[in-house]
């Protein structure tokens, strides 16, 4: 059963930086493409950062120059070095990438278009 889990989400002030960190298990074989998302209070979860098969990373436009994401396909984890941290983004971040399942010795993995297997999100609260 495929899982994703961040760390280091906390409390930080304006203009520190945090890096959060998201192992991805049980999947068939290297993960390619995956995500960074954030919600905020009252706000609808927005894109932060995403990683396509290519090794391409396209960032949202509120976190270019700020953000890093960078992924160590060897033991399938995602990073995401956040500088120069606002106050607005506050928000529990969550990692996401394609859902796997397996069944009869076959594994099936939704194409990089559709991130459906999330992770439990880790809270950045970023003080004025």
């Known amino acids: 059963q495929v899982a994703l889990v961040e760390s280091g989400g906390g409390s930080v002030q304006a203009g520190g930086s945090l890096i959060l960190s998201c192992k991805a298990s049980?999947?068939?074989?290297?993960?390619?493409?995956m995500g960074w998302f954030r919600q905020a209070p009252g706000k609808e979860r927005e894109e932060v950062a995403r990683i396509d098969s290519d090794g391409r990373i396209n960032y949202a436009e509120s976190v270019k120059g700020r953000f890093t994401a960078s992924q160590k396909k060897a033991d399938n984890t995602l990073n995401l070095q956040m500088n120069s941290l606002k106050p607005e983004d506050t928000a529990t971040y969550y990692c996401?990438?394609?859902?796997?399942?397996?069944?009869?010795?076959?594994?099936?993995?939704?194409?990089?278009?559709?991130?459906?297997?999330w992770g439990q999100g880790t809270l950045v609260t970023v003080g004025s």
């Open positions: 049980g999947y068939s074989s290297t993960v390619g493409c």
């Open positions: 996401a990438a394609p859902h796997e399942y397996c069944t009869g010795g076959t594994c099936y993995r939704e194409s990089c278009d559709t991130f459906n297997q």
